[in-house]
């Protein structure tokens, strides 16, 4: 199967893919974009979080062929520049909201998605639109500081 | 695809500035930058031109004889290249950390469920994974072992031939039937805790490397790079250096990375068939490729005179350790060691067991052992001071243990024992207000957004709990790290190097090492090599043991290079060494009038030194009555937990979790904060909805749809007080960190919901039904306080 997608800006046609194979199989292992994660391969964990067409979803959880014609952003597309970090990242960085990081992508692109529908959200909007995305190592605690944060500066 | 090797990448990281950089602040991680930006190369994300995907054909069964297998179809299978079984394994067959007994792959007889019998490598996963369904094996099904108290019975069949008993602890101290007659009160209970997932997420994956020389290169994720490398040219059948492992970005760990994985099987498909081999499990796979926690039962008889001084305690702990040893003979010590919890008892018996059965394998998980046994202890004790009448907080204070108390296993306990400070602090927290019954935010309820109630059938319940747990290893283990230090000139600036063999997991150790580089050197540009076997062992990321001995290690060879330089200063200047230190980048007399830039000593050839790291020596504890100095150090931290319950549903939320803890010296107080925050999670997650559900041997939840670990939903804001009370004998006074949050938030939490609903719950995890069922599982029957007349 040939699938022709625009990734990160950048239209890119693959070939051979399997019918089976996932968008999140494709990004990783035919784009090379090893950013979204797999962690649980069923849409429990968010790792994979994605756009597609400006809607958030579990990369894994789209076959490939599903994405044919369309745009998707992942946690490497974020930031306009190469070297520049989007706020939202800054933000993770500096609020410790980091630890093994293998939850972190996919939390960059919910919070991206969630900041953008609202811009101040409260802890409690915060936690809600954060409920599809595990991590394992912080507690949460400091993800929420680094929503808040990022909120704050991209308000600004 | 591009052409360039993706491999780890953290010798590309670049370090923070300096005034964020040395110890005691809060430097930000160096990989922090590429893990947000999902440049990070976890072990799962590899690649390189030309490489097979490696899988693995498992036992659907928890005991079977095999019979036969047939790979003849798997072989021919479009783009499969390899199809190995227990004939092909070139070395060992048997592997182990502390035993070799597990079967590289089986033959003959598998144990559990989920245990590797063949292994193909494929051009493309799914023809792997097509290619093992062509394997035909041929079990004759036998009765499975599953449960741990009867697999003691002599009648029971054999998980092993030499019986199904991994380790009998035994501590005696004291006489507890002596003390019996000093005892007004006497109060007894059972406990059970479920069988926990590390449930890290990334997932077991390497890729392992064929090389010119006949040997192999393997970038693996592990907590501890030396002893995989043992076992892996163990079972290769090659010598050490021919089998170099390379730390791959690890996505946490938790214990669960401690036994090999993939490592050996991608290594023999790899020189097999000349090709890169690159193996990923996925997360079904995952719960069978990792061992877990142990469940456990316990038995606890607490003895006190009436205004609540300890008398003695008798307590007994099984666990089931499952099919292969692992670290169980190491858990069930730690377990027994710790099960009189963090009091100062004078007299106690302890038996604890751990035993095969034909269950998944368990081993270690984050507390390893201390968890059950505080789980437990913390249970009864606030059991005691129900039946005493008393504050739980008072009756803990009272008994609480303090420097020069005589543990169990007869070490008297040296360093900081804050044990009633802890306490204190977390119970003079201010409380979150109480509810008002009015009508509040749904997601402010048990059930939040289901709907399920505006308040009715709230109670709100407080739950207090406090733990202690040995640090680094104990009871004679050979323990020390290794680290190498090297001061160049790179673009006109002083440049530190850092090679250790230390895993980072996620905890942070990599920003640990470049900050006391940086307080050591005064050097600002610092960077933390990859960890791999090319250097010194550094020992295992676990038993919170990292920060004290690989930091000590960057410590001693930092001081080696200033030295050093401080010599060949003196010899410059004719100023003696003790007057020069090293700052920003010169060395710099105390008075200030002479600066050298540092590179200048550097300018022709790079100062480096390598240094070892090792604490004082400890002994195994005695076989028969579990005396002995086991320890280097304690660590403790104590929670209090408010949660709202429906008892109507059984539906809890926590609503706030408090804790105290003291770490010795926080050498970056966010990662701290980061450990307290995530452990306090796991242990919320083990009282409220984690557990591994086994049938009859076989695994009922092996997905995140079914196994819950906490979302942000579920974790309530933590309040956290950090004490630093220098330790005697580590680097910068530093403790333990990363486990005593763990073992004292699941009791804070059950002791809460006790609170509010007068229910016995003594087993964790607590499901909705054990609160509003009333389900009294007929297993537990309790023994009430028996009161001296």
């Known amino acids: ?156 | 695809m591009g052409s360039e090797v993706v491999l780890p990448t953290q010798q590309r990281l670049s370090s923070p500035t300096a005034d964020q950089g040395g110890i005691g602040t809060s430097a930000p991680r160096p990989d922090g930058t590429l893990k947000v930006k999902g440049d990070f190369a976890y072990s799962s994300d590899l690649w390189v031109e030309g490489m097979l995907w490696g899988a693995t054909l498992r036992s659907p069964h928890p005991r079977a004889r095999i019979l036969s297998i047939d790979i003849s179809e798997a072989a021919i299978y479009p783009g499969v290249y390899a199809v190995l079984t227990h004939e092909d394994v070139p070395g060992n067959k048997l592997y182990g950390m502390k035993v070799a007994d597990q079967p590289v792959l089986a033959w003959n007889e598998v144990r559990y469920q989920g245990e590797p019998v063949a292994i193909v490598a494929a051009d493309h996963p799914e023809a792997a994974r097509r290619a093992l369904e062509k394997i035909k094996v041929k079990y004759e099904v036998l009765e499975p072992v599953v449960d741990a108290k009867s697999a003691l019975d002599p009648n029971s069949p054999r998980v092993h031939p030499s019986g199904n008993l991994v380790r009998h602890v035994k501590i005696r101290h004291g006489d507890v039937e002596a003390a019996r007659s000093q005892a007004d009160v006497v109060v007894t209970g059972e406990y059970e805790v479920g069988m926990q997932d590390q449930a890290f997420l990334g997932p077991e994956s390497g890729l392992a490397i064929p090389s010119v020389d006949g040997g192999v290169d393997l970038y693996v994720s592990t907590q501890w790079l030396h002893t995989d490398q043992k076992q892996v040219a163990a079972s290769l059948g090659l010598p050490l250096d021919k089998v170099r492992l390379t730390l791959a970005g690890v996505g946490g760990a938790f214990g669960g990375r401690e036994d090999l994985s993939v490592h050996i099987h991608a290594c023999m498909l790899a020189l097999c068939t000349g090709r890169p081999v690159k193996m990923v499990y996925n997360r079904e796979e995952s719960f069978f490729g990792h061992v877990h926690r142990h469940p456990a039962r316990m038995y606890f008889e607490h003895g006190a005179t009436r205004d609540g001084r300890l008398v003695f305690v008798k307590a007994e702990m099984l666990l089931d350790g499952g099919a292969y040893t692992s670290t169980s003979q190491v858990v069930i010590a730690n377990g027994c060691y710790f099960l009189a919890g963090a009091y100062e008892v004078p007299n106690a018996r302890i038996d604890g067991y751990a035993v095969y059965t034909n269950n998944p394998p368990c081993g270690a998980m984050r507390g390893f052992g201390a968890v059950q046994a505080c789980y437990g202890c913390e249970s009864n004790m606030d059991r005691l001071a129900k039946a005493l009448d008393m504050d739980p907080v008072e009756l803990r204070i009272k008994n609480a243990m303090k420097p020069g108390t005589v543990l169990p296993t007869g070490q008297a306990v040296d360093g900081p024992a804050p044990v009633a400070e802890l306490l204190e602090r977390v119970r003079d927290m201010p409380l979150p207000p109480e509810r008002d019954g009015r009508f509040v935010d749904l997601r402010e309820l048990p059930g939040g957004v289901s709907n399920v109630t505006h308040g009715e059938g709230i109670r709100r319940g407080v739950g207090y709990a406090v733990g202690v747990k040995a640090i680094n290893y104990s009871g004679g283990a050979e323990d020390y790290s290794t680290a190498r230090v090297r001061l160049s000139e790179a673009g006109g600036e002083p440049l530190v190097e850092i090679h250790t063999a230390a895993a980072e997991c996620g905890q942070g150790i990599v920003t640990v090492q470049a900050q006391i580089a940086r307080t050591e050197l005064g050097v600002e540009r610092v960077i933390v090599l990859t960890a791999d076997t090319s250097i010194g062992d550094s020992g295992s990321s676990s038993a919170s043991r990292q920060t004290w001995m690989t930091g000590g290690a960057v410590k001693r060879a930092c001081e080696a290079v200033r030295e050093r330089i401080l010599d060949l200063a003196a010899e410059r200047t004719g100023i003696s060494p003790e007057k020069l230190v090293l700052q920003e980048g010169n060395v710099v007399s105390d008075d200030g009038d002479i600066v050298i830039p540092l590179i200048d000593f550097v300018a022709n050839e790079p100062i480096e030194e390598v240094r070892e790291f090792r604490h004082r020596k400890t002994e195994p504890i005695d076989p028969e009555t579990g005396q002995g100095n086991a320890h280097v150090a304690f660590a403790f931290a104590a929670h209090r937990a408010v949660v709202d319950v429906d008892v109507e549903l059984g539906l809890v939320r926590v609503v706030e979790l408090a804790t105290a803890e003291d770490v010795g010296k926080a050498i970056n107080p966010q990662a701290v904060e980061g450990q307290i925050e995530g452990g306090s999670a796991q242990g919320l997650g083990l009282a409220l909805m984690e557990e591994i559900q086994i049938e009859d041997g076989k695994v009922r939840n092996p997905s995140f749809t079914d196994y819950l670990i906490p979302t942000i939903l579920d974790m309530p804001p933590v309040k956290i007080d950090i004490l630093e009370l220098p330790h005697p004998d580590s680097p910068y006074g530093v403790n333990g960190v990363g486990e005593p949050p763990t073992l004292s938030s699941t009791p804070a939490i059950v002791n809460a919901l006790r609170d509010a609903t007068g229910l016995e719950l003594p087993r964790v995890p607590v499901r909705p039904d054990h609160i509003a069922g009333r389900v009294s599982d007929q297993r537990w029957t309790f023994a009430t306080k028996r009161t001296k007349q």
């Open chain 1, 1 to 156: 199967m040939r699938l022709s997608c625009n990734v990160n800006g950048e239209w890119q046609q693959v070939d051979d893919v399997w019918e089976y194979e996932s968008l999140l199989y494709v990004l990783r292992e035919r784009l090379g974009l090893y950013g979204s994660k797999n962690a649980c391969e069923q849409g429990e964990c968010g790792s994979c979080s994605v756009y597609l067409d400006g809607a958030l979803v579990c990369s894994c959880l789209v076959m490939a062929g599903q994405a044919e014609g369309c745009e998707i952003v992942t946690v490497e597309g974020l930031s306009d520049r190469e070297d520049d970090l989007h706020p939202v990242q800054q933000a993770f960085v500096e609020t410790g909201a980091v630890q093994c990081g293998f939850c972190t992508p996919g939390l960059i692109i919910a919070t991206h998605a969630l900041l953008h529908r609202k811009s101040q959200p409260t802890d409690a909007e915060i936690r809600e639109n954060l409920a599809g995305n595990l991590c394992r190592c912080t507690g949460y605690e400091k993800i929420i500081d680094a929503v808040r944060l990022a909120a704050k500066r991209m308000v600004r």
